[in-house]
């Protein structure tokens, strides 16, 4: 993971920035249905945000994530899914972009990210499990872990 040289005025321009959209990425995920964790993301690419997601479930079906157990019913789809695929349905392309996401990614989220060409990922919670992480740094993705609050 990057370690922030804020001497330099660029990356502290940019870690500005990777804040204010982390801070929209978690606004974001308020539109999520579920009960156990909302995530957000958004990709951005040249300072312009070309897609968004947060978790819940398929267009077209009920939204609610969780069964009568409380456990995620195995359909929901990832905030860093549901943007991807969103973007893949647009005339935008995520190579070289930044992915900013309330949780750091899965395994299968990151897959995903590595074949979307996106470089950079933000994320501010760390999910328990970093199979996700683990693979991005192989993917020589660059990643960053901002706490926000």
């Known amino acids: ?7 330099h ?12 959209y982390l801070e929209m990425a978690q606004i974001w995920a308020k539109n999520s249905y579920c009960k156990r964790r909302q995530v957000g ?5 040249k300072k312009m945000i070309i897609s ?23 359909y929901v789809l990832h905030a ?18 930044t992915l900013y996401v309330t949780t750091s990614p899965c395994l299968e989220c990151s897959k995903l990210i590595i074949q979307a060409g996106i470089k950079r990922v933000v994320f501010s919670d760390k999910y328990r499990i970093e199979d996700g992480l ?16």
């Open 1 to 7: 993971m990057s370690k922030d040289n804020s001497l």
């Open 9 to 20: 005025p660029y990356n502290e321009k940019q870690t500005e920035y990777d804040k204010r």
């Open 41 to 45: 993301a958004l990709i951005v690419k």
């Open 52 to 74: 968004d997601g947060y978790n819940g479930t398929p267009s077209g079906f009920e939204n609610v994530c969780e069964d009568e157990n409380s456990k995620t019913k195995p």
């Open 80 to 97: 860093e899914a549901n943007a991807i695929t969103k973007v893949a349905k647009s005339n935008n392309s995520s190579e070289d972009a």
């Open 134 to 149: 683990r693979l991005l740094e192989r993917a020589n993705i660059e990643i960053k872990h901002i706490e926000l609050w």
